[in-house]
């Protein structure tokens, strides 16, 4: 192990020897070697499916179900490309799946950072009851709640619509969103918005004008976080939304129904077209705000 | 009562009554919301799980507790709660230390430069790429692996495998193997996210820590379990309390990964699925209620078990 030049001296004086058997323990040598080895399998581990996954969108099928599924396509055209988007209505998901968690996601910050500016610094009846209450959402499993769920939508008339799975994703989002904010709006200081109400501003604009910029670094977390789980959530939509509206289906009820629907089968090329669609926005917006996705999606564990 | 304590009381009235208002106009859409979507169906549930409850248009009828003496009798509940406790084991032991021998890499592997500890070269790199598949739908990645594990040469494992002269392996058509390869979808999509979770437990360690116990001459393993791994073991643990979380849901890969939905012969099965299917494909309602709370009371002894177990004397720095 290489160490500060300093210690290093002191350590040669004091045992040679020993330091002479420690320097072949550096990151170059075996170590060093098996742990980049470990490293990179691992890396191909995770970039080798998604690779395939868009080579293959560029095969043929007799390519891909033939006896070599490993080899590179013979050509590169964009059929399968047009197949998914158009026939398979990937597009369509797309869309509405932008729709949707572009909503849900908006109110959820609404909503949840103005429950969570009103307990975090309001002492008033009821203060701590309807906190526990938020964060009591976070014990349960969604599953208990289904049966109940999908009536609950139903008598509302809202199956079967994008407003229920709006209303739905902005509740079932409240919880952590609301948890996570009272913690980062305690943590403001006082003084801001004292002088501002001082001045004679209302409550209302004290919120929206001096405190929502102050705690722009937490919101864009929890917003990050929110957008990631309600992009990805398969469990509410299948309930929600039936088979009898298939245009109204978000993205990822549409690519696994692709997976099951049996007129598909004869059209592999145009599956992993699909999958590439579904994969790629996502793999964009990861690159370009990794730092903020991982301590987004990190920030719950780490409170 | 004079007139000026009139006009202040009423002064310090309004002001109570704009405070009030404001606390209420913020919280009344929210807490709407939250009631009708969330608490409502949480607490009918647990009604629910008590009645027989078919067919939508049924009338429910209280029958008691018998749900839950036929769910005791069910063979199929009990092959989905062994799956429970099959991932509960397995899946959090694997995730765990494969994401802590990766974050020690990549954060201390690279021993001391100029008194502070570094990862091994291109640590930056890896670090993204790992992480990328916890941004991916489970959806998704459910219908990607379906080609990965497919049973005849043309899946992409099995057309590796064949490469080295190993036949073709029925990774989820053999009941003994389908669940494991269930599982090791779930470990290659979350490891990334306790490697950074580990990171930033690791990256707060003073790094004095380390240079002390290197001069004593501590090499890589002591380094490891007599040093990281007691000091981040806070962190650890909430990593444990997820992935055990996590074992008890698995819904959405089973649901489009394995064969016939929770096969081949109930071996991938579990609660959640099982609680779909009965409400959404038989209309049992009732019955599909009682499972969820059964669902409900194993989490929620795991949770409190985990946090008892695993509590340690927190080590202060």
Known sequence: ?303 | MRHGDGRRSRGLASVRVRKYGFILSFLVIPLILYVVFVISPYAQAFYISLTNWRGVSANPQFIGLENFTRLLSDDVFWAAVRHHALLLLAMPLITIAIALFFSFLLNLGGGSRGGRMTGVRGSGFYRVVYFFPQVLAVAVVGVLFQAIYRPDNTGVLNGLLSGIGIGPVGWLIAPNLALWSIMGVVVWQSVGFYVVLFSAGMAAIPSDVFEAAALDGAGRFRLFFSITLPLIWDTIQVGWVYLGIAAFDCFALVQVLSVDRGGPDNSTTVLPLEIWRAAFTFSKFGYASAMGVALFFLTITFAALSLRVTRRERIEL
């Open chain 1, 1 to 303: 192990m290489t160490t500060a030049p300093q210690t290093d001296t002191v350590r040669v004086a004091r045992a040679p020897r020993a330091a002479a058997r420690r320097r072949t323990k550096n990151p170059t040598g075996v170590f060093g070697g098996l742990s980049h080895v470990a490293l990179i399998v691992w890396t191909i581990l995770v970039v080798g499916p998604i690779l395939w996954t868009f080579l293959a969108s560029f095969k043929t099928n007799p390519e891909i179900v033939g006896d070599t599924p490993l080899a590179l396509p013979h050509s590169f055209g964009w059929d399968a490309w047009g197949r998914a988007w158009d026939k398979a209505h990937i597009g369509r998901y797309m869309l509405n799946t932008v729709f949707v968690v572009g909503v849900s996601t908006a109110f959820t910050m609404l909503f949840g950072s103005m429950a969570a500016y009103v307990l975090a610094r309001y002492r008033f009846f009821g203060n701590r009851a309807i906190y526990y209450l938020f964060v009591s959402g976070l014990s349960f499993p969604v599953f208990l709640a289904l049966v109940p769920l999908f009536f609950v939508v139903r008598n509302l008339g809202l199956l079967d619509t994008h407003l229920g799975v709006i209303l739905v994703y902005i509740a079932y989002s409240l919880p952590f969103t609301v948890f996570f904010l009272t913690a980062f709006f305690k943590t403001l200081p006082n003084s801001v918005a004292e002088a501002a109400m001082m001045d004679g501003a209302s409550h209302t604009r004290t919120f929206f004008q001096i405190m929502v910029p102050m705690a722009r670094p937490g919101l864009i977390s929890i917003t990050i976080f929110n957008i990631l789980g309600q992009w990805n959530q398969y469990l509410l939509p299948i309930v929600l939304l039936s088979g009898s509206v298939e245009d109204k289906w978000l993205i990822t009820q549409g690519i696994a129904n692709i997976n099951t629907s049996a007129g598909y089968e004869a059209d592999w090329p145009g599956l992993f077209a699909a999958l590439s669609m579904a994969i790629l926005p996502m793999l964009i917006v990861y690159i370009i705000f990794q730092r903020q996705i991982q301590s987004g999606l990190t920030a719950g564990a780490v409170k």
